[in-house]
């Protein structure tokens, strides 16, 4: 039986998928969504983060659990799972967003135990030059998520050796919630949305990008791949999308993207996750 993993983008982890497994339960499908180390019920998140009221200064001094996470640590820690996972099945991979990074290390690695890696509106890294310069967005390409990111990162990113984003400022500013929404769900409900930031985690680590994570046509171009392109998406446009593919088929024109597109947002599979189980379960 194909068992469907979910590796998650920057600031999420496992509870992101909790929606999208449900749908794929209801069709007869396996899936596991994966917590990256740092991430999820098991971290040791920042205790002012859920304080009530916050206090800034106490936020932005306090450690992180993802502080010296590398790429490495993220590629042992997937591996490990789908070589578990594969013994009993063929395993389809995918990510968002930002984990489309550890999907693509992590197919470089080991294609062999790839049945199909899949990229939802996420990153697929073609070259390398530093983390700084691959989060940058191309210019006026419709990218709604960087600004109102920059009104919830709080501390110096540079000095703390990680990315501090205070998702729940946005429960008490309507505007901000609203500049948030229209980026990553616009698609969803406002409680949809609440819900969404309540699974989210403060901190991410951008050293986590590295050139292992540069797609290598002797090994990730061994796998069949699959995009789903995000046609509303506001967080990675559809134009850098489009960018994204055919820069990683030019590295592998033998072997391109499959691609599908569904009208949705960057985190539609959150808010409308019966389509993307029925074009997931399609891939099997």
């Given at each position: 039986?194909?068992?469907?993993v979910f590796?998650?983008?920057?600031?999420?982890?496992?509870?992101?998928?909790?929606p999208?497994q449900?749908?794929?339960?209801?069709?007869?499908?396996?899936?596991?969504?994966?917590?990256?180390?740092?991430?999820?019920s098991?971290?040791?998140r920042?205790?002012?983060?859920?304080?009530?009221?916050?206090?800034l200064?106490?936020?932005?001094?306090?450690?992180?659990?993802?502080?010296g996470i590398?790429?490495?640590d993220?590629v042992?820690y997937?591996?490990d799972?789908?070589?578990?996972l594969?013994?009993h099945g063929?395993?389809?991979?995918a990510?968002?967003?930002?984990?489309g990074?550890?999907?693509s290390?992590?197919?470089?690695?080991?294609p062999?135990?790839?049945h199909?890696?899949v990229?939802?509106?996420?990153a697929?890294p073609?070259?390398?030059?530093t983390?700084?310069?691959?989060?940058?967005?191309?210019?006026?390409?419709?990218?709604?998520?960087?600004a109102?990111?920059?009104?919830?990162?709080?501390?110096?990113?540079?000095?703390?050796?990680f990315?501090r984003?205070?998702?729940?400022?946005?429960?008490?500013?309507?505007d901000?919630?609203?500049?948030?929404?229209?980026?990553?769900?616009?698609?969803g409900t406002d409680?949809q949305?609440?819900a969404?930031?309540?699974?989210?985690?403060?901190?991410?680590?951008?050293?986590?990008?590295?050139p292992?994570?540069?797609i290598?046509?002797?090994?990730?171009?061994?796998?069949?791949?699959?995009y789903?392109?995000?046609s509303e998406?506001r967080?990675i446009?559809?134009?850098a999308?489009?960018r994204?593919?055919a820069?990683?088929?030019?590295?592998?024109?033998?072997?391109?993207?499959d691609?599908?597109?569904?009208?949705t947002s960057?985190?539609?599979?959150?808010?409308?996750?019966?389509?993307?189980?029925e074009?997931?379960?399609?891939?099997?």
């Open positions: 039986m194909t068992t469907y590796i998650p983008g920057a600031s999420s982890n496992a509870q992101a998928w909790g999208l449900n749908e794929l339960a209801l069709r007869g499908h396996a899936s596991y969504a994966i917590d990256l180390p740092g991430h999820g098991s971290a040791d920042p205790a002012p983060y859920f304080a009530s009221p916050q206090d200064e106490a936020l932005a001094a306090a450690p992180s659990p993802m502080k590398t790429l490495d993220n042992r997937v591996v799972i789908v070589t578990r594969a013994a063929p395993v389809v991979l990510a968002n967003s930002f984990g990074i550890t999907l290390a992590v197919a470089n690695a080991v062999e135990l790839l199909r890696i990229y939802i509106s996420a697929c073609t070259g390398f030059t983390p700084e310069d691959e989060v940058q967005p191309a210019e006026d390409d419709g990218n709604l998520l960087d109102a990111v920059a009104r919830i990162t709080t501390g110096d990113v540079a000095a703390q050796g990315a984003l205070n998702w729940r400022a946005a429960h008490s500013d309507p901000l919630f609203a500049e948030l929404k229209a980026a990553i769900m616009a698609d409680a949305f609440r969404v930031i309540d699974t989210m985690d403060p901190d991410e680590n951008y050293d986590v990008i590295g292992d994570s540069v290598r046509a002797d090994r990730w171009g061994l796998v069949p791949h699959t789903f392109r995000l998406d967080s446009p559809v134009q999308q489009d994204i593919i820069e990683a088929d030019a590295v592998t024109p033998d072997n391109p993207f691609v599908h597109t569904l009208a960057h985190v539609g599979y959150f808010s409308r996750p019966a389509e993307f189980a074009a997931l379960s399609r891939l099997a």
